[in-house]
């Protein structure tokens, strides 16, 4: 099934699971080593596309705020990548579809950045997290921490030049440039993209 077919009648990014974690491991081999933490093992996964991969520096910090707390917050969502992006942006400007009452445009969230958490507790989160430099979205968008520190502003532009490289590697009839910037060319491409992944 493709993407555009996936996303009228579904209401989780579930579905999503192999083409997610297919562009995930593309862009996870691009990056340096230090780049990256995979924090699965200080949280609870709480979803089948739940990619528990951070930047450095936010990782530390929300490390540091669990290990403040004394316990494992409920991971929904870390990183996301381009079709999990675009599945949230498009529940939300289809009437507010799946419960989904805020989401930025694909290419601009800081999911896509590496620098967000949603946690299924967020309630329980909210102090501990503002010490390590979280900040709390609030009642807008409840589950969303953002991490206000040092970052790679690029990052997000490596995860869409792993969408990019993907495509090309198995459309070579129909190549698009690898340039990281989300456009229409990319989001045609991404529609057409098979939900299970190439």
């Known amino acids: 099934m493709l993407l555009r077919d996936y996303l009228p009648t579904n209401c989780d990014t579930s579905g999503l699971a192999g083409l997610a974690k297919q562009i995930a491991t593309t862009l996870?081999?691009?990056?340096?080593?230090?780049?990256?933490?995979?924090?699965?093992?200080?949280?609870?996964i709480a979803g089948s596309t739940t990619l528990p991969y951070l930047q450095k520096e936010a990782a530390e910090a929300l490390i540091a705020a669990i290990n403040e707390q004394g316990q494992a917050p409920r991971l929904v969502?870390?990183?996301?990548?381009?079709?999990?992006?675009?599945?949230?942006?498009?529940?939300?400007t289809h009437g507010k579809k799946c419960g989904?009452?805020?989401?930025?445009?694909?290419?601009?969230?800081?999911?896509?950045r590496a620098i967000a958490v949603d946690f299924e507790n967020h309630a329980d989160w909210i102090d501990v997290l503002k010490k390590h430099n979280w900040i709390w979205r609030g009642h807008a968008d409840p589950p969303h921490f953002n991490y206000h520190g040092g970052s790679d502003p690029d990052f997000g532009h490596t995860g869409i030049k792993a969408f990019?490289?993907?495509?090309?590697?198995?459309?070579?009839?129909?190549?698009?440039?690898?340039?990281?910037?989300?456009?229409?060319?990319?989001?045609?491409r991404l529609e057409a993209s098979p939900i299970e992944g190439f």
């Open 164 to 188: 990019q490289k993907l495509w090309n590697q198995h459309n070579p009839n129909d190549q698009i440039g690898e340039d990281g910037s989300y456009g229409d060319e990319t989001r045609k």
């Open 77 to 92: 969502h870390a990183v996301r990548v381009l079709p999990q992006q675009y599945a949230v942006y498009y529940w939300y």
């Open 28 to 44: 996870l081999a691009n990056l340096p080593p230090d780049k990256v933490i995979d924090i699965s093992s200080n949280v609870v």
């Open 100 to 112: 989904v009452v805020l989401a930025a445009s694909p290419g601009t969230s800081p999911h896509e």
